[in-house]
Nanobody
Framework: QVQLVESGGGEVQPGGSLRLSCAAS????????MGWYRQAPGKLRELVAA???????NYADSVKGRFTNSRINANFTTYLQMNSLKPEDAAVYSC???????????????WGQGTQVTVSS
């Protein structure tokens, strides 16, 4: 059983910063990609950022230059540093782990429970 536990959401003023954390636990051998999605009310869920096991990361155009997605492979943790936050960044942010290889050699994808990010003055 693999679980993703997120932390770090909250409310911030426009221009402020937040750092989200996501820790994967369980019988994990390796994780391919770890990333973050977000969904605002009335909108589709969208990919925000994803970082591969080698460290290279991809970002949505709307967050490039403001957000940084990093990970520590040794403890299966990923972080999303969000700077210069805008009201349109407000959403529920969910952590995603793809190509999770468990110690029983099964390969699956997992989601965190989601954390709310609110950006308002």
């Amino acid at each position: 059983q693999v679980q993703l536990v997120e932390s770090g959401g909250g409310e911030v003023q426009p221009g402020g910063s937040l750092r989200l954390s996501c820790a994967a636990s369980g019988n994990i051998f390796s994780i391919g990609t770890m990333g973050w999605y977000r969904q605002a009310p009335g909108k589709l869920r969208e990919l925000v950022a994803a970082v591969m096991s080698g460290g290279s990361a991809n970002y949505a155009d709307s967050v490039k230059g403001r957000f940084t997605n990093s990970r520590i492979n040794a403890n299966f943790t990923t972080y999303l540093q969000m700077n210069s936050l805008k009201p349109e960044d407000a959403a529920v942010y969910s952590c995603n782990a793809e190509q999770v290889l468990s110690t029983d050699w099964t390969l699956s994808n997992y989601w965190g429970q989601g954390t709310q990010v609110t950006v308002s003055s």
